[in-house]
């Protein structure tokens, strides 16, 4: 876990805990891995309390199949340590132990504390919290949890659920409710507002009203969250396999406009029902290919939730005079950095972006030499497909996105010959609406044909 250290008042939070006996839930352990029930039953017979928790137990009572398994506990990380040799210590906040089985990490953290009373292992150093290990009960560590639903433990001893939150009518109901005072636990954390739409898309579950309507007063302290954990934030909700769902959802929430606030205006501007299509196309087309256990990357979903402000920004850039490889080189690294101070975009995706971009007005390039020294770019494929995707933009795009298609499936020869009409400083059917180099300079053409242009792209 990932989130900061303040915790909310245990005297504001009832807690009555509710024992849901084994024979009534419908958890198995046939369902829990196998590392998971190792380290269960390893620290029960050592006489440590052990439990499943979190997103798992949650999962498990509404009969998914969790990726991964958490697990709470009384004994220390040390504890741990000492019961298990392939366990490493981490976390510099909070320590926590990972147990590691071949592939299967599985996480044990010990039960949480809700403040400082003096009695824990904290460290604080100019203000600074360096080190925060304060140990509490499970009653405590329920209620710094974010969500009822997602504070239902699994006890190991006796095969029971204990609910101290009401998580389990909650999660009958299919609400997701906060713990606690929702706007006080969204001040402590922003980013649980972005859990809370993340969560309500993935499980089809409504979001409770007073945890709703902070959204939009609160919303703008998600400018002020980290942008790492930002980025970590959006690929769990736009990159990994509800992204359709969830992007609807956030945009819904209203939350988008504090996120990714160049997409939100870009969908607002003119031709924003076409973006908005393209954005939905990208996003089934990338929990497509989850489903179907391939690879997607970060920089296409960036590339297509920027897209709408580069394209505009680089037309007015044109607009204004700027030599349009110029423009596009100069929006497309402006754009990132403008959305980087939101939601950080590593340098390796950021550059992928780039060439995606960058490389888009050369499609409309048909000049047999062009053509093919287009083709045999090293960054041609992703380009290609984010071609696909503009489609959506305008019938224009979609019949240069189908001549592309056909160049590939055409032999070398017999697209050689074909563009061989094609004169080589002409502008070949651009479309329309098109924002690629329509006139270069006449000093430039003379002689030689003008050399291709160099984005920096090459
Ligand atoms: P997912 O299915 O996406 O993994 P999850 O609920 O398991 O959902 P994790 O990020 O794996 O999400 O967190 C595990 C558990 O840690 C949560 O179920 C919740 O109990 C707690 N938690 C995570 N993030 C926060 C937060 N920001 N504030 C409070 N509790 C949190
Ligand atoms: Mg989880």
Same mark, same amino acid.
């Given at each position: ?8 008042? /245990? ?21 829990i ?6 380290v ?5 017979e +050592? ?22 398994f ?71 560590d ?14 190991? *001893?006796?095969?029971?659920v ?5 998580g ?12 606690g ?10 980013v ?59 945009e ?10 160049l997409?939100?205006?870009?969908? +607002? ?7 908005? +299509? ?9 929990? *497509? ?19 709408g ?9 044109v ?9 596009w ?46 083709? *045999?770019? /090293? ?39 074909q ?7 002409g502008?070949?059917?651009? /479309?329309?609406?098109?924002? +690629? ?22």
């Open positions: 876990m990932n989130e900061p250290a303040t915790n909310p008042d /245990p005297a504001a939070i009832a807690v009555k805990m509710r024992v849901i006996p084994r024979d009534q839930h419908r958890i198995s352990r046939k369902d891995s196998s590392g998971a029930l190792r269960l039953y390893r620290l029960n +050592a006489g440590y309390a052990a439990y499943l928790v979190g997103g798992a137990v949650r999962d498990l009572l509404l009969g998914g199949h969790p990726k991964d958490d697990i709470a506990t009384d004994a220390t990380p040390e504890d741990v340590k000492r019961l298990f040799r392939n366990c490493r210590l981490i976390g510099r906040r909070f320590r926590l132990a990972h147990v590691v089985f071949g592939q299967e990490i599985v996480e044990v953290a010990t039960f949480r504390g809700s403040s400082d009373d003096g009695s824990g292992d904290r460290h604080v150093v100019d203000g600074r919290i360096l080190r925060d290990n304060v140990y509490g009960t499970i009653e405590e329920a209620i710094r949890r974010d969500f009822t639903v997602n504070a239902l433990y699994y006890d190991i *001893a006796d095969f029971s204990r609910d101290y939150v009401g389990y009518d909650d999660l009958d109901a299919r609400v997701l409710r906060l713990i005072d929702p706007v006080q636990r969204y001040r402590e954390d922003p649980r507002m972005l859990r809370a739409v993340r969560l309500a898309a993935k499980l089809e579950f409504a979001i409770a009203a007073d945890a709703r309507e902070p959204f939009a007063d609160l919303g703008e302290l998600l400018l002020h969250a980290p942008p790492a954990r930002l980025f970590d934030e959006s690929l769990k909700m736009l990159l990994a396999g509800n992204g359709a769902k969830s992007f609807r959802a956030l819904r929430s209203g939350l988008l406009d504090d996120v990714f606030p997409t939100a205006r870009a969908l +607002a501007f003119r031709g924003g029902e076409q973006y908005r +299509a393209l954005i939905e196309a990208g996003l089934a087309g990338t929990d *497509a290919r989850i489903a179907q256990g391939k690879s997607v990357t970060p920089a296409f979903l960036f590339a297509i939730l920027l897209w402000a580069v394209r505009a920004q680089v037309e007015r850039e607009a204004r005079g700027t030599e349009v490889n110029l423009a080189q100069r929006v497309s690294h402006q754009v990132i950095s403008e959305q980087a101070k939101h939601v950080a975009i590593p340098r390796r995706f950021g550059l992928v972006m780039q060439e995606m971009w960058t490389l888009q007005p050369r499609f409309e390039q048909r000049q047999k030499k062009r053509v093919f020294r287009l083709m *045999a770019h /090293p960054r041609f494929r992703a380009a290609y497909d984010f071609l696909l995707l503009r489609a959506a933009e305008s019938p224009a795009m979609a019949e240069l996105a189908q001549w592309w298609t056909q160049a590939q499936e055409t032999s070398h020869e017999g697209l050689a010959e563009l061989s009409a094609i004169p080589e400083a502008d070949a059917a651009l /479309p329309a609406e098109s924002v +690629a180099p329509k006139k270069r300079p006449r000093s430039r053409r003379r002689g030689k044909p003008a050399s291709p242009p160099r984005a920096a792209v090459e």
